[in-house]
């Protein structure tokens, strides 16, 4: 694995269709943002988080977890965090160190992928997520929570619920239930309370906090459409239990992530209430995305020269992205 990664780092420096786009004109006309290349990794990326200018990213089939800074004069370097890990499907943060569920349970380690240990082994687990003061994950018995790194111990949330995907804000966890109902619910934490926010969902998926810190997004996936309904994307306030359906077409097999007044995706961006996406990059196409409070990141949809199964990282500044 690391010589893969080495041939990397030499074919993102002499490939030419890497280098940075500069400024210009996106496919909608309006002038572009400049599109750096953050670092190259030699399979499929399924999942990013960005904290402090620092990326951390996982590949299912490579059983990969990496990381990846940004450089002034050129694309980065990245760093095997775990490698041999079995699946891992699901990635987090928590105090800025990686968090990971892979088909072996829950892992995790320092910045550098230093002091790896098991926080979760020998159980199914079906969900991870973070809040402000846990890791949280999700298996057959229902939702836990480990006050990680302060403590490595599960205390059980609430038993006897399907969470496929889970977030915190400061006071509930909410989950999503992929089950044929497509329901999504929140737990309150102080008064103990389960609330259903939406019910009739077709295949919600792609849930997130906003940056707000208390309303949560997710949309709808392809299954089983309606004829003439498209996806839809949801905004919730976990405070008062309010829904908003926002304008848009969202791509069912891509992830998003609400910032502000804004909705980001892979290489778009645009304000809550427009219909219209502006495009932020050339060679654009569905997928993973991360955001940390500067910058956004996504997978372009281009080959890496003598690696075309590769997969090349980009960013943008947030600040220059929307209007």
Not at 53 to 64: A, C, D, V, W, Y
Not at 160 to 188: I, P, Q, R
Not at 245 to 258: D, I, K, M
């Amino acid at each position: 694995m690391r010589a893969l990664l080495a041939a990397l780092v030499l074919g993102l420096a002499s490939c030419g269709s890497c280098k940075d786009d500069s400024a210009g004109k996106g496919d909608d006309g309006r002038a572009s943002p400049p599109v750096h290349t953050v670092a190259g990794v030699p399979g499929p990326v399924d999942a990013l988080v960005a904290a402090r200018g620092t990326l951390f990213g996982i590949s299912r089939s490579l059983g990969l977890v990496f990381a990846a800074s940004e450089e002034d004069d050129g694309p980065g370097t990245v760093r095997e965090i775990a490698r041999g890990e079995k699946e891992p499907f699901a990635l987090t943060l928590r105090a800025g160190k990686p968090v990971w569920a892979s088909l072996d349970g829950v892992f995790a380690s320092d910045e550098d992928g230093r002091n790896r240990r098991a926080l979760v082994a020998g159980r199914a687990v079906r969900s991870l997520g973070s809040g402000p003061h846990d890791v949280l994950f999700g298996d057959e018995d229902g939702i836990w929570r480990i006050e990680w790194p302060a403590a490595a111990t599960p205390i059980q949330v609430t038993a006897d619920v399907a969470a496929d995907e889970l977030v915190a804000t400061v006071e509930n966890v909410v989950w999503l239930d992929h089950g044929k109902a497509g329901s999504v619910w929140s737990f309150d934490l102080k008064t103990r309370t389960k609330r259903e926010l939406a019910t009739t969902q077709r295949r919600p998926h792609d849930l997130s906090v906003s940056s707000d810190g208390h309303s949560v997004f997710w949309h709808e996936g392809e299954t089983d459409p309606l004829p003439g309904r498209a996806p839809r994307a949801f905004l919730a306030d976990t405070v008062t239990g309010a829904v908003r359906e926002l304008p848009g077409v969202f791509a069912s097999n891509s992830e998003y992530l609400v910032r502000g007044p804004r909705v980001v995706g892979p290489g778009v961006c645009k304000p809550l209430a427009q219909v219209d996406w502006i495009a932020l990059g050339h060679g654009s196409a569905p997928g993973v995305v991360a955001a940390d409070s500067e910058r956004l990141y996504w997978v372009m949809d281009d080959r890496i020269g003598a690696a075309p199964e590769a997969s090349r990282i980009v960013s943008t500044p947030l600040s220059s992205s929307c209007p």
